[in-house]
């Protein structure tokens, strides 16, 4: 199972959705509180700037933050249960649920996900350059970026919802 949400409803969402592993996708600095009980082993966090291109002065993210989030994530989205957050929850953690379900489930076609993303998620505007990294080292061929450009930019806010995905589940979409 896979969660998304902002960091102001971390420690909700930890309660209830008592996920095994948290993915933690931040700009440089920011704290993230987590509950005593997450070993080390079991949460990674990925310091970048939340951009679309690369900027003087702020980390953009790179191939091997996607190598370390796919890698972190490879099983346990499908085995187990992973909390993807982010500051506002609206585009590095959407991103990452896009990608880390396209790699679970290889035969539901990206713009089947990226519907189903925007059914779950009126808000989510996946960062650009996050899926386009992730389209490169996937081997999809455009079709991670094409099924994101097709939903367009979310809803405006300022935070995003707390949604699930069961990436078993999404076969059904195929």
């Given at each position: ?39 080390p082993t ?5 310091e ?49 649920a896009?990608?880390?379900?396209c ?12 519907q189903?993303?925007?059914r ?11 899926i ?43």
């Open positions: 199972m896979l969660h998304v949400c902002p960091l102001s409803r971390l420690e909700g969402t930890l309660n209830s959705a008592k996920p095994s592993h948290v993915l933690s996708l931040v700009s440089p600095g920011t704290d993230v509180p987590l509950v005593a009980k997450h070993q079991a949460h990674l966090i990925l970048f700037n939340d951009i679309a291109e690369e900027r003087e002065g702020l980390i953009a993210p790179s191939v091997i933050h996607l190598e370390q989030l796919l890698g972190f994530s490879k099983d346990v989205a499908v085995h187990g249960s992973l909390l993807v957050h982010c500051w506002a929850g609206v585009s590095r953690s959407t991103a990452a896009f990608i880390i379900a790699a679970a489930v290889p035969e539901v076609h990206e713009q089947t996900l990226g189903h993303l925007r779950i998620s009126p808000v989510a505007t996946p960062n650009p350059l996050l386009s990294l992730a389209d490169t080292l996937l081997q999809r061929n455009g079709r991670m970026i094409q099924a994101i450009k097709e939903i367009g930019r979310g809803a405006e806010t300022f935070e995003g919802n707390q949604f699930s995905i069961e990436p078993r589940a999404l076969i059904e979409l195929a």
